[in-house]
């Protein structure tokens, strides 16, 4: 096993952090770590935490950190954040609101840009999930970017998907559109101090009455909470852990998890694949070529495509 | 590709002026790094502990309180201790200039006083690229 595997598995910071590092990076020895350290994860509990910006996301996190590390929880916190388009930098502004669990060794935060994808978490957040599980961290917590409507991957990497709203986005017909809204195991209704809290909640109760028409007592839950004011935070531990048990008990995390996989399978497939195309492109050179010939009209499209493509497939038959 | 360079930027101690902190963060993320900032009122083991968790190749410190030939040279004794020994360090803020040759003495790379343009920080970084290794 490669030495940083071990030491990863041995729980030392140092090697935690610069094994996300090289995921992040693409390092040549990303896959083998990735495939020696798998066999240890699946322990931990994936905590997704989705919403607008300036939801409170943060906040909320700082405090459940709390309740967590009372009740003798180890947590990791992987902290995503938008690269910007324009200069490829970023800030990662999250764990300001944390810093005050940066001395416990029992608290790993780490600030990701999301380099360019678009779901709402960055291409390494899979990857670095796995290295904290095997770590043996109890429970890892992926902060999103602030999203709008469709920013959804987090379903694809969490066990529970915690959406925070605030009020002021917006009436019931909102609630009602697909995306983001879609995604919620429990709603937090963050900023309750807040006069319009309280609509949001019914807000979020009409759209849910709908959906759950048939079945009313498996609607999610809706905990009502203020970061400022510590409010709510026992609540939403304990709906955290009710709901967990739910899904254990009925098979529900089992298949999510399976499905997160499925997905993380094809997404790898695709991803590979299409590289191999880029470089296949990239060695012809031709693709100048096609360009002239489409500009000048003097082919059309899905011919010179289908052609093209025909021809890798042939090429990389015969290896 | 060029390597992503993370840099962390933290204001040790009890100065609360942060302006030139959030300054340079932006600057530098307009510059293509990845800036991870900390706030305000940081303790050396916290930016220490920091800095190890986020895996960053540099950490800059704003100080303008004064109280820097104390706080600057344990941030860096902290890094070392906690094995951040490729982590290049460096300051700005108010600092006389009688006190920067110390302050390069004990660890600290570079000094960037009050009005230094950003391309200067920048020219720095990119100077140390090389010695950066993953």
Not at chain 1, 92 to 97: E, F, M, T, Y
Not at chain 1, 148 to 175: C, F, H, N, R, Y
Not at chain 2, 52 to 60: A, L, R, W
């Amino acid at each position: 096993m490669i030495p940083l595997a071990e030491d990863v598995l041995a729980g030392q910071t140092r090697a935690i952090a610069r094994a996300i590092s090289r995921v992040e990076n693409g390092h040549p020895d990303k896959e083998a770590l990735i495939d020696a350290l798998y066999p240890h994860g699946g322990t931990s509990l994936i905590l997704g935490l989705t919403g607008p910006p300036g939801s409170g996301k943060s906040s909320l996190l700082d405090l459940l950190i709390d309740k967590e590390r009372s009740a003798g929880k180890s947590i990791a916190v992987i902290a995503v954040d938008p690269t910007s388009p324009f200069s490829g930098g970023a800030i990662l502004g999250d764990r300001l609101r944390m810093q005050k669990h940066a001395t416990d060794d029992h608290v790993f935060i780490r600030s990701m840009a999301s380099r360019g994808h678009l779901g709402g978490v960055a291409g390494a957040t899979s990857d670095a999930i796995k290295v904290l599980d095997a770590a043996g961290f109890d429970i890892i917590i992926i902060e999103t970017i602030g999203v709008g409507q469709t920013e959804i991957d987090i379903v694809e990497l969490s066990d529970i998907v915690m959406l925070v709203l605030v009020p002021g986005l917006g009436d019931e017909i909102q609630a009602l559109k697909a995306g983001v809204m879609e995604i919620g195991d429990i709603f937090i209704v963050n900023k309750s101090d807040r006069d319009d809290a309280d609509k949001v909640k019914a807000h979020i109760e009409y759209v849910l009455n709908f959906k759950y028409m048939e079945k009313p007592d498996q609607k999610n839950p809706i905990v009502m909470t203020s970061a400022v004011k510590q409010d709510g935070i026992n609540t939403l531990r304990d709906t955290i852990q009710t709901y967990y048990q739910t899904i254990l008990n009925n098979g529900m995390l089992e298949q999510k998890r399976k499905q997160r996989i499925k997905a993380e399978i094809k997404n790898l497939i695709t991803a590979k694949i299409k590289s191999k195309v880029e470089a296949f492109l990239h060695d012809q050179g031709s693709i100048e070529a096609m360009v002239d010939g489409l500009y000048e009209k003097k082919r059309s499209p899905y011919a010179i495509i289908n052609e093209k493509l025909n021809r890798f497939l042939q090429e990389k038959q015969s290896i | 590709m060029k390597q992503k360079l993370r840099i962390l930027i933290s204001k040790p101690g009890l100065d609360g002026h942060d302006r030139g902190a959030k300054y340079i963060a932006r600057a530098l993320k307009d510059a293509g790094y990845e800036v991870i900032y900390t706030g305000i009122r940081q303790s050396p083991e916290a930016i220490a502990k920091t800095a190890i968790q986020e895996d960053v190749d540099f950490v800059g410190l704003s100080l303008l309180s004064g109280a820097h030939n104390e706080l600057f040279p344990e941030v860096v004794r902290t890094i070392r201790e906690a094995g951040g020994n490729n982590i290049v360090i460096f300051g700005g803020g108010v600092i006389p200039e009688d006190d920067i040759a110390d302050l390069q003495k004990n660890g600290i790379s570079a000094i960037f006083t009050t009005g230094t343009p950003v391309q200067t920080v920048i020219d720095f970084i990119e100077n140390q690229r090389e010695q950066i290794s993953h």
